[in-house]
C-alpha cells in the first residue's frame, strides 16, 4: 500500500481509480462499509482503490480543546486498510491550507489522483466551514463527470455507528457493544515498561504499558479478558485499567496485563492488548488476601471466556 502525506505529491496511475473520502477516525463498521463500497467498485472497473483521510483529526485545528481520543493506532490502521485491498491511503495534515480550501478547489486537488468515482457516507462535508456536503458532491458529479457513491449511515441494535458512540460505550465499560460497532475488538498499544513489581509477589506478574502518554480512548477503570500480541506470539489473559485503590500509592491510570501460563522477561518489548470482556469495575479490597482472591476468581472467569 503506496502512502502520501501531502498534497504536493498527489499522482495518476496507470488506470483510474476511486476514493473513499472521509475522517475515518474509528475505522468502525460504518467508515468500512464506505470503503468496501469503493473497494467493490474498483473491483468491477479495474480501478486502483484509494481512501483519502487525514494524518490528525480536524478538531486539533477548529477545536483543539476538543480534539477526541483515538481509537485506532496507526500501525492498526495500516494492517486494516491493507487486509481491505486498499492501494493508495491519502493521509495528509488537516492544515490551515487544507482547511480553508473551497469545495471546488478541494475537488481539483483530487482530480490530481485521476479518479473517476468517489465514495462517501451520506453525513460528508468537506471545503471551508464544510460548505459542502452531498448536494454539492452530486452537482460537482454531474458537471465533472465523475460517479459518486453515498452510502447511508450504518446502526447497530437502532444505534447509527459512531466514533462519539464508541468513544462513550469503552468510557463505561460496554466493550461488547464498542467492539461489535468497531468491527473488530478494541486495542491499546505500547512499550511494556517496569511497575512496582508487585503483581509479582503476589503470584500475578504484569506486563504494563503506561496510560498518561496515550492519546487513545481509556476503558472504564476495572479488570477484562484479554488478548495480548507481542514479540510476533499471542496470549490470553487478564488485565486491569485503574488507580490499585487497595494500596492507594498509584496517582496515573495504568494498564496492567497478567498473561496466562507466560513467564518470559518482556520488558521495552511492544505490546498490543485487544479487550474482549469486561469483567468487573475495579474496587478497593480489606486485605492482599481478599485481593488474591479475586484475581484467582477474575482469571477463572476469563479462562472460562476464552474457553482455555
Avoid: W
Avoid at 495518476?12 to 475515518?24: H, N, Y
Avoid at 485491498?85 to 475537488?107: I, K
Amino acid at each position: 500500500m503506496e502512502i502520501i502525506t501531502s498534497l504536493e505529491n498527489f499522482h495518476g496511475f496507470d488506470r483510474p481509480c476511486v476514493i473513499a473520502l472521509g475522517t475515518f477516525d474509528g475505522l468502525h463498521l460504518g467508515h468500512q462499509d464506505v470503503i468496501s463500497s469503493a473497494a467493490k467498485y474498483a473491483r468491477e472497473h479495474n480501478c486502483y482503490l484509494a481512501v483519502f483521510t487525514f494524518s490528525n483529526h480536524p478538531f486539533s485545528l477548529i477545536k483543539p480543546s476538543e480534539v477526541p481520543m483515538s481509537l485506532i493506532g496507526s500501525k492498526e490502521k495500516y494492517a486494516l486498510l491493507e487486509k481491505m485491498g486498499v492501494d493508495l491511503l491519502v493521509e495528509v495534515p488537516f492544515d490551515r491550507q487544507l482547511a480553508e480550501l473551497s469545495p471546488s478547489a478541494f475537488l481539483q486537488q483530487l482530480t490530481k489522483l485521476e479518479f473517476e468515482c468517489l465514495a462517501v457516507g451520506e453525513n460528508f462535508n468537506f471545503g471551508c466551514h464544510g460548505d459542502g456536503n452531498i448536494a454539492t458532491l452530486k452537482r460537482f458529479a454531474s458537471e465533472m463527470g465523475f460517479e459518486l457513491i453515498v452510502r447511508p449511515l450504518v446502526s447497530d441494535n437502532g444505534i447509527i455507528v459512531s466514533s462519539t458512540e464508541i468513544r462513550h460505550l469503552i468510557s463505561v465499560g460496554d466493550i461488547a457493544e464498542a467492539n461489535r460497532m468497531l468491527g473488530r475488538k478494541y486495542t491499546l498499544s505500547g512499550v511494556i515498561v517496569k511497575g512496582c513489581q508487585r503483581g509479582r509477589i503476589l503470584n500475578f506478574p504484569t506486563a504494563n504499558i503506561e496510560l498518561s502518554a496515550q492519546q487513545a480512548a481509556i476503558p472504564h477503570a476495572g479488570v477484562y479478558a484479554v488478548r495480548v500480541y507481542v514479540n510476533d506470539f499471542s496470549y490470553y489473559g487478564m488485565a486491569n485499567i485503574g488507580l490499585n485503590p487497595t494500596f492507594g500509592d498509584v496517582t496515573a491510570a495504568r494498564l496492567e496485563t497478567h498473561i496466562f501460563d507466560f513467564n518470559s522477561d518482556i520488558y521495552g518489548s511492544y505490546m498490543h492488548v485487544e479487550f474482549h470482556k469486561f469483567i468487573r469495575n475495579e474496587c478497593k479490597f480489606a486485605s492482599v488476601q481478599e485481593l488474591c482472591q479475586q484475581l484467582e476468581a477474575d482469571k477463572a472467569c476469563c479462562r472460562k471466556f476464552f474457553e482455555l
